[in-house]
């Protein structure tokens, strides 16, 4: 089992919906969650960043951690086609001596936002 | 534009082969990562360096390595290469040690190897 899993999609929506997307987890020490969208052949774009639990809003973002049900949310409101993207939901722990904190990241989702 | 620069942006090379992978971070970012990104397996770590020093390993195959160097820049070392190795290969920086804040990603080089 994957210590995070996301649906990859692909998730076609129309212009002006609202996107749910999710993901979840199995490591209770993870701590921080991030969003990364990436468009193609791109390198991940930093979307939102979220410590522990509770919700993040940015913009037409909001993102959600419950960590009672190790499960995270990004919604994207009014939904515009240059949204069309993967996105990337990450996490990362503080574990012991080497602190490194590096993210593990789910597989992606596909979204499409049709005109 | 993130900051970070990876180079080249795609390379194709035959079975057997051996390539390095180029990235410089961000101006003051002291963390380098490396990150594969194949269909299959999605963004996988691979190896951290922080100010000159490996810090953290991930899921890096013996066949691969990894250096920083004095000015920060870092190479990624891919021998024996084999057709599974065909990915996206990232790198990312970040200011701190820890990449549980905001940590910026390069374009990627892709390689494909024949």
């Known amino acids: 089992q994957k210590e995070v899993e996301q649906d990859p999609g692909p998730l076609s929506v129309p212009e002006g919906a609202i996107v749910s997307l999710n993901c979840t987890y199995s490591?209770?020490?993870?701590?921080?969650f991030m969003w990364y969208r990436q468009y193609s052949r791109k390198g991940p774009e930093l979307l939102m960043y979220t410590y522990s639990s509770g919700n993040k809003e940015d913009g037409r973002f909001t993102a959600q951690v419950d960590k009672s049900s190790k499960y995270i949310s990004l919604f994207i409101r009014d939904s515009q086609p240059s949204d069309s993207a993967t996105y990337l939901c990450?996490?990362?722990?503080?574990?012991?001596?080497?602190?490194?904190?590096?993210?593990?990241f789910g597989q992606g989702t596909t979204l499409q936002v049709k005109p | 534009d993130s900051g970070v620069t990876q180079t080249p942006k795609h390379l194709i090379t035959a079975t057997g082969q051996r390539v390095t992978l180029r990235c410089s971070p961000r101006s003051g970012d002291l963390s380098v990562y490396w990150y594969q990104q194949s269909l299959d397996q999605g963004l996988q770590f691979l190896i951290q360096y922080y100010n000159g020093e490996e810090r953290a390993k991930g899921n890096i195959l013996e066949r691969f390595s990894a250096q920083q160097f004095p000015d920060l820049h870092s190479e990624l070392n891919l021998s024996s290469l084999e057709l599974g190795d065909s990915a996206l290969y990232f790198c990312?920086?970040?200011?701190?040690?820890?990449?549980?804040?905001?940590?910026?990603f390069g374009q990627g080089t892709r390689l494909t190897v024949v």
């Open positions: 990450a996490m990362s722990a503080i574990t012991g001596s080497s602190n490194t904190g590096k993210l593990i």
């Open positions: 990312a920086s970040s200011v701190a040690a820890q990449m549980n804040t905001e940590a910026f």
């Open positions: 490591n209770s020490a993870f701590q921080y």
